[in-house]
């Protein structure tokens, strides 16, 4: 992402200008100097960031040379992919990272012989600011000895867990196509496969706006689609783990984006702070539904593979429908995400809300007079009867999962997909209106060739 600003003058910093302060409206340029330090306007005197604030800087080292940034200090206001303050690190005039939070941001290490940092606030809320040590080397790696493995997210491990057969980094890199452990998929026969270690919260509890916080780790199989490069709240799509190397989502989800440019992240609960249980894995294809048209989102189901993801207590497999099972009218499912809240709790914790299937020309009719070419023996129609909960923006492609007859597993039957005629035409989340999910059980037969095949064959069939 880029981000527009507005170069009033090109100002050239000196050595013993450090630490340099950006000035709105200003990109200042830093020549000639091996270390120093950048921070935001007022920062030492307890000053918070300016409002409506934009400024860069850009570091040139010696050809040949790379730029390391710390952040010794970091607080900017926290939002979904950074669309209030934010930090863009370019290269060349490409954003590199994103950054956003009150959390320390891992080192970076340039490509190139320079970086440039952009400082862009909104007009709405205050934050601390930060203060960034920069250093010029010739290091191709962040880790301080060479016996130590650098990981994709730049954090450090021992080179003697490379290639041991066990994730050491949360996002597989350390073991690259070396390791795996399988695990079953699909239809759930024994009565260990896909159920939480952990127990979700089915009682009866105080309804609040847009569900309730999920209890931690309960639904093992919740994936978040993120876009690389954004650090942390990178989440925009939902989705499920199917096996330990395929997730399921909604394609439109992803519509327009290379999967070089995807990740998914399984085994988190906040999305702002990652935990040993988290398990990043990059993109390496997809497959579409081929029926999916762009006038018609019926067939709204996207699979995407990646490296395994080691299957623990948190991250396991979703059930899949078994030959035969049905979902009736009435059956009490749940649906997850870290969608839009309408002020009901943060939304970097995942949450989950209670919904009841329905007859879709009696709850869901609605829908088609935005999207007057769904086929709705394809779909399912389910209800949050609070008037309060449902799936939101930001829970596209998340699942709606039911225990179902006769295992009583917890079994996938939909990924979030159109939403409610409410959803698709404002920003109200919902609303006790039904919400449309493209169906499992109908999608069988084409879920069941994205499990047997490469997706890559799948994309082409």
């Given at each position: 992402m880029r981000c527009s600003i507005l170069i009033v003058l090109v100002a050239a910093v000196a050595a013993q200008r450090s630490p340099a302060t950006?000035?709105?409206?200003?990109?200042?340029?830093?020549?000639?100097?091996?270390?120093?330090?950048?921070?935001?306007?007022?920062?030492?005197?307890?000053?918070?960031?300016?409002?409506?604030?934009?400024?860069?800087?850009?570091?040139?080292?010696?050809?040949?040379?790379?730029?390391?940034?710390?952040?010794?200090?970091?607080?900017?206001?926290?939002?979904a992919q950074c669309n209030a303050d934010?930090?863009?690190?370019?290269?060349?005039?490409?954003?590199?990272?994103?950054?956003?939070?009150?959390?320390?941001?891992?080192?970076?290490?340039?490509?190139?012989?320079?970086?440039?940092?952009?400082?862009?606030?909104?007009?709405?809320?205050?934050?601390?600011?930060?203060?960034?040590?920069?250093?010029?080397?010739?290091?191709?790696s962040v880790c301080s000895s060479p016996n130590m493995f650098e990981c994709d997210n730049s954090a450090c491990i021992p080179r003697t867990r490379v290639c041991d057969g066990h994730f050491d980094c949360a996002d597989g890199s350390d073991e690259g196509r070396s390791a795996?452990?399988?695990?079953?998929?699909?239809?759930?026969?024994?009565?260990?496969?896909?159920?939480?270690?952990?127990?979700?919260?089915?009682?009866?509890?105080?309804?609040?706006?847009a569900g309730q916080e999920a209890v931690p780790h309960s639904w093992p199989w919740q994936a978040s689609v993120q876009?690389?490069?954004?650090?942390?709240?990178?989440?925009f799509c939902g989705g499920a783990l199917l096996r330990n190397d395929l997730v399921i989502t909604a394609a439109h989800c992803v519509q327009g984006q290379r999967p070089v440019d995807l990740v998914v992240k399984l085994g988190s609960h906040s999305l702002a702070d990652?935990?040993?249980?988290?398990?990043?894995?990059?993109?390496?294809?997809?497959?579409?539904?081929?029926?999916?048209?762009?006038?018609?989102?019926?067939?709204?189901?996207?699979?995407s593979s990646s490296r395994r993801q080691y299957y623990t207590a948190h991250v396991r497999p979703v059930c899949l429908p078994g030959p035969g099972q049905q979902l009736p009218v009435n059956t009490t499912c749940y649906a997850t995400?870290?969608?839009?809240?309408r002020g009901s709790g943060h939304s970097f914790l995942l949450k989950q809300a209670r919904l009841a299937v329905r007859d879709f020309d009696q709850a869901c009719a609605g829908i088609l007079s935005i999207q007057p070419n769904l086929r709705k023996q394809f779909l399912v129609c389910a209800v949050d009867e609070s008037d309060d909960a449902g799936p939101c923006h930001g829970d596209s492609g998340?699942?709606?999962?039911?225990?179902?007859?006769?295992?009583?597993?917890?079994?996938?039957?939909?990924?979030?997909s159109q939403g409610t005629s409410v959803t698709m035409t404002s920003a109200l989340c919902g609303m006790g209106s039904g919400t449309v999910w493209s169906g499992v059980i109908p999608n069988r037969g084409w879920i069941d060739r994205a499990l047997s095949v490469p997706l890559s064959i799948v994309t082409t069939s």
């Open positions: 950006l000035r709105h409206g200003m990109h200042l340029q830093i020549h000639g100097v091996a270390s120093g330090q950048l921070e935001t306007p007022g920062f030492r005197r307890g000053q918070s960031t300016p409002n409506g604030f934009q400024g860069a800087v850009t570091i040139f080292a010696p050809q040949g040379s790379r730029i390391r940034l710390d952040f010794d200090q970091f607080d900017l206001e926290m939002s934010k930090v863009i690190i370019q290269e060349r005039g490409v954003a590199m990272r994103t950054m956003c939070s009150n959390l320390r941001p891992p080192p970076y290490l340039s490509s190139n012989s320079a970086v440039t940092v952009i400082l862009a606030t909104d007009k709405i809320k205050s934050s601390r600011g930060f203060v960034i040590r920069f250093s010029v080397t010739g290091s191709n795996w452990t399988s695990g079953r998929s699909g239809w759930c026969r024994s009565t260990e496969s896909a159920a939480p270690s952990v127990e979700p919260d089915v009682e009866a509890s105080d309804r609040i706006v876009l690389r490069g954004f650090w942390p709240a990178a989440h990652d935990d040993a249980s988290v398990q990043i894995r990059r993109v390496s294809t997809y497959a579409t539904h081929n029926r999916l048209q762009p006038d018609d989102l019926t067939h709204d189901v996207r699979c995400g870290w969608g839009n809240t998340g699942p709606l999962v039911c225990r179902l007859e006769p295992l009583l597993r917890w079994t996938l039957a939909g990924m979030t």
